[in-house]
């Protein structure tokens, strides 16, 4: 089970062929790879099944958008276009927010929740 904080091992498309090549070349079973990797058997067959869908890009990693304002709140130094995307996007979220019904300070920050 996982804990709080935990952080997981995240496989490259290279690592993750490395590791189900055997047994898509029938050298291996599944549950011998599962033994000596020592990663779970559902995880490996996903990868098996993904590799048969789309080939070696279906093995890359998909990036969650997680928070959309983090891309630029991390920069030290951003460019003019990327101060606007991000004054934009500041924008788009507060006006969502007060569609929904909150009331917004000048700043941005949210005051209460009106409905």
């Known amino acids: 089970m996982a804990r709080k904080g935990q952080k997981?091992?995240?496989?490259?498309a290279e690592e993750k062929y490395k590791i189900i090549k055997p047994i898509l070349k029938f050298e291996k079973s599944s549950a011998l790879v599962t033994k000596e990797t020592g990663i779970n058997n559902g995880m490996i067959s996903k990868w098996v099944h993904q590799y048969n869908?789309?080939?070696l890009d279906g093995l890359t990693?998909?990036?969650n958008p997680g928070n959309p304002l983090?891309?630029?709140s991390n920069k030290k130094k951003s460019t003019k276009e990327e101060q606007l995307e991000y004054e934009n996007m500041k924008l788009r979220i507060e006006?969502?927010?007060?569609?929904k019904g909150y009331l917004m300070k000048g700043d941005?920050?949210?005051?209460k929740f009106m409905k």
């Open 8 to 12: 997981f091992k995240q496989w490259t």
């Open 53 to 55: 869908e789309k080939g």
């Open 61 to 63: 990693n998909k990036k």
């Open 70 to 72: 983090s891309k630029y």
């Open 95 to 99: 006006n969502e927010l007060l569609k």
């Open 108 to 111: 941005g920050t949210i005051v």
